[in-house]
């Protein structure tokens, strides 16, 4: 069956410093990859997706992921997080059902606090 | 402007009394989706629906119950059979046909006491 992991529960970063968040998958098929940030309260915003072609993809608010196939990851990156960017993050990994549906299937979320 | 509505943004129950959240789209998305989220455990996905009057359950129906009867509208009840109602609920809606891609509403957050 496919999951998704994501082995950081919270993760603290100082204000202006490097981000990686960490994404492993587990599917069969060629993976759509999906990098959603949820502010509190509110709902998800997409910020980045990978269906096939360059391995390394861009998103909004400066994040980028790199795919890499033989490692099974999507991890995400941001060269210099600003104060904004505390959320969560949530990673996901699109699958076809029996039924041929589509749906998204998430990992539990990654925390991010910025200090200052 | 074209988005997800729910409605409303917080809503309380008393115990055993069923409840409907709101969800209305007008992006002319064919999929639209329900999820239940709680702290640690990410999105579980309740219900969808790839087209009018049908619709599938997800990995945690129990308790839960939709209709389709609009491509706008995926109202969902949570029934008094859901053993742990209080949770933050999210809709989402996307165009089938390979992209996956889902675009969410804001959330109803539910407190049932």
């Known amino acids: 069956a496919q999951s998704v992991t994501q082995p950081d529960i919270h993760i603290t970063v100082s204000e202006g410093a490097s981000l990686e968040l960490r994404c492993n998958y587990s599917?069969?098929?060629?993976?759509?990859l999906f990098w959603y940030v949820q502010s509190p309260g509110q709902g998800l915003q997409l910020l980045l997706k990978?269906?096939?072609?360059?391995?390394l993809v861009q998103g909004i608010k400066g994040f980028e992921a790199e795919f890499k196939r033989s490692q099974s990851s999507f991890n995400l990156r941001k060269p210099s997080v600003h104060w904004s960017d505390a959320a969560e993050y949530f990673c996901?990994?699109?699958?076809?059902?029996?039924?041929?549906?589509?749906?998204?299937?998430f990992g539990t979320g990654t925390r991010l606090t910025i200090i200052p | 402007d074209g988005g997800i509505t729910q409605s409303p943004k917080y809503l309380f129950r008393k115990e055993g009394q069923n409840v409907t959240l709101s969800c209305e789209q007008n992006?002319?998305?064919?999929?639209m989706y329900w999820y239940r989220q709680d702290p640690g455990q990410g999105l579980r996905l309740i219900y969808y629906s790839q087209i009018v009057n049908d619709f599938q359950k997800g990995d945690i129906a129990e308790g839960y119950s939709v209709s389709r009867e609009k491509k706008e509208s995926f109202p969902l009840t949570v029934t008094s059979a859901q053993k742990n109602p209080t949770a933050f609920y999210l809709c989402?809606?996307?165009?089938?046909?390979?992209?996956?891609?889902?675009?969410f509403g804001p959330g109803t957050r539910l407190t049932v006491t």
């Open positions: 990978y269906f096939s072609g360059d391995t």
């Open positions: 599917y069969g098929a060629t993976p759509y």
């Open positions: 992006l002319n998305h064919d999929a």
């Open positions: 989402a809606s996307s165009v089938p046909g390979g992209t996956y891609e889902q675009y």
């Open positions: 996901a990994v699109g699958v076809l059902t029996n039924f041929g549906n589509e749906k998204l299937t």
